[in-house]
């Protein structure tokens, strides 16, 4: 709000609409978490109402409303009412609220990111398919690596700069992007990790530089977050044909180390013989439900023949050498 008001034209600002919605927010209470400078006692819902249709309603422009990490204030907001014994279910009233506000206004855009996924959310929220509604008419959008030759020409860009090599014909820039999965974050830090070495520029120092990244206990590439965030994403228990309840995480966990040791691509059948191999777990559909979901996180990816593979060659090689993982002929067979 204090960014929305900075940015209004000073004839917005003398009309008064702005403040006067802005002063409605005060005191407001969301979920026992969010509160906004006590003013006097409103319901959040009708003042968030209120304030964008009148934000919207005084604009022939388009609106885009950007809320970051969205689905972490969901579950924060989920799990402080269940922890208090509250029935308000806020989280979904959120949902809903912003959906009204999608429908109500044809010149409002909403942007929802975020480091946990919203699916992850909406499935512990009571009434799964209840809350799946309030999203169905957002188009869903994964920030994918970059295009090979992007990658390239951003790899070549760096070792330029950095004064490396000028020389795109020597393969630096495709060797680096390419074990690099495409994906600038490791692009960059990989080409910055270079640049302190005195030694001339070569395969073998790129792969020594890169064998050294993934067991390096610092972590400077943040990957121990694939697996640190499987608690976070794939919470609570199953139970196992014998009535013991299984960690859903430690079954997730197990997909992936079976995953990550395979040459091939795998079916379904394959990864369900994998976890049944270290629980006793007789439910199919778990399986499904679970490598639908770790695709969804990009731990996976699935091809035209409906197999599973790791999504990133980088983070399954990180992925065996943390687990301590030998490489196998993985049975593929249905």
Partial sequence: MTLLKHALSPSDKASGWFFKTWETF???????????????????????????????????DTVVFLWDE??????????????????????????DVLRALRQENTNLRMIFTGSIGLHHVLNTLTNDSYAAESVNDLEK???????????????????????????????????????????????????????IHEQVLSEALINQEIAMILTDANDDWELEHFRSRLNIYYKGDILDANNRKVQRSSVAKAILNHCAVATEPQSIDACYRAVKASYNIDDRDLIIGLLNNLAKDHYLLRDEQGQYHFCFSLVQRWWRLTEDLAMTEANNHA
């Fill in 141 to 195: 959008v994964a920030l994918l690596p970059l295009e090979k030759n992007a990658a390239q020409e951003m790899a070549q860009a760096h070792l330029t700069k950095e004064r490396l090599t000028d020389e795109p014909q020597a393969g630096f820039a495709e060797s680096i992007s390419r074990q690099c999965d495409y994906i600038p974050f490791y692009i960059e830090k990989l080409i910055r990790r270079l640049t």
């Fill in 26 to 60: 005060e005191g407001v209470e969301v979920g026992g978490l969010i509160k906004i400078p006590e003013y006097r006692q409103k319901d959040w819902k009708e003042l968030l109402q209120t304030a964008i249709n009148a934000i919207c309603s005084n604009t022939d």
């Fill in 70 to 95: 969205l689905p972490y204030m969901l579950q924060k907001i989920n799990a402080h009412e269940i922890a208090s014994a509250s029935t308000d279910r806020s989280s979904l009233k959120i949902m």
